[in-house]
């Protein structure tokens, strides 16, 4: 899955969905191009410079979380 991502495609993340979000179970709050970082090689996309603010302030913690969220929300949704 992700470790097919090159470096210069950098992955955009959680379908360009606000990370900070996603990482609080909020599947539906679309991130900005603006409001976007690179970490580990993957694009995260924000609402805002505050949740990209805060989610720089614990990154591998949120990074963890937003995963864990985006793949049960994925996982539930494919079931339909």
Known sequence: KMENCEMKHRCEMFAKKCAM??????????GMEEFSLVHDGHRYFFSSKEKMEEFKKNINQ???????????????????
């Open 62 to 80: 949120n990074v963890k979380k937003a995963e864990m969220h985006w793949n049960r929300y994925n996982g539930a949704d494919s079931r339909r």
């Open 21 to 30: 979000s996603v990482a609080h179970g909020d599947m539906h709050i679309g």
